[in-house]
């Protein structure tokens, strides 16, 4: 076990020596227990959601925000805190009102980075994928190996041009990769990880300012 806690230390140092900045992730899922509110009431919550995204934004604090297409989506915030950036999000209506599910992840960029955008900036769609770890007893030992190899994978995804960001979450949570336009699905399904069953990932269609990332 000391040896596997030294590979994941090294494997998250080598991480961490391409990275620019920590920032906190928020993801805001879609909370299916959420009340039923009258139209009137949706738009005020809307309406109180759009204005603290833009008072945030005003203050330096809040760098990224899109919706995903069904539903949900993210924050990216200008803090290497988890209590500091809930506190900041925790000023959002639509938050306080619990119509989201949060979920705060520290997270560094490996690939692309973070330029905040105007308000008045073109909306555009990526494919965002998120890669969750699923370590078991029975692939425990084996997971430095396959990490590794996903590595070494999202590297050569990168190389191809079409790769908006890619970074990594703290503490084994796994990792996101943006890519430019609809991606297809054997281009993720071929990591060597994911076919081994040790990362899993999610697709989406995610719509942010263009630029949000430092792209051109």
């Known amino acids: 076990m000391n040896k596997l806690i030294l590979l994941l230390a090294l494997i998250t140092w080598v991480w961490n020596a391409h990275a620019q900045e920590k920032y906190m992730f928020v993801f805001l899922h879609s909370n299916p227990e959420k009340e039923v509110l009258s139209e009137q009431a949706m738009d005020s919550l809307q309406k109180g959601h759009m204005a603290n995204i833009q008072r945030l934004s005003s203050e330096d604090k809040l760098l990224v925000a899109g919706p995903f297409e069904g539903g949900g989506g993210i924050f990216i915030l200008n803090t290497n805190s988890i209590s500091e950036a809930r506190e900041w999000i925790n000023t959002d209506p639509a938050i306080k009102a619990h119509r989201y599910r949060i979920e705060i992840l520290p997270w560094t960029p490996r690939s692309g980075g973070i330029c905040k955008v105007s308000e008045d900036t073109k909306m555009v769609f990526y494919t965002f994928i998120r890669y969750q770890s699923h370590i078991t007893k029975f692939n425990v030992q084996q997971a430095p190996e396959w990490f590794l ?11 191809t041009g079409n790769v908006i960001s890619e970074g990594v979450f703290d503490n084994d949570d796994g990792s996101i990769l943006i890519m ?3 991606v297809e699905p054997e281009v993720i399904m071929s990591d060597p990880a994911v076919k081994n069953g040790i990362l899993q990932p999610e697709l989406k269609t995610i719509w942010v300012g263009k630029g949000s990332f430092c792209e051109n």
């Open 180 to 182: 430019k336009g609809e």
């Open 149 to 159: 190899k996903h590595d070494r994978y999202s590297h050569e995804i990168v190389k």
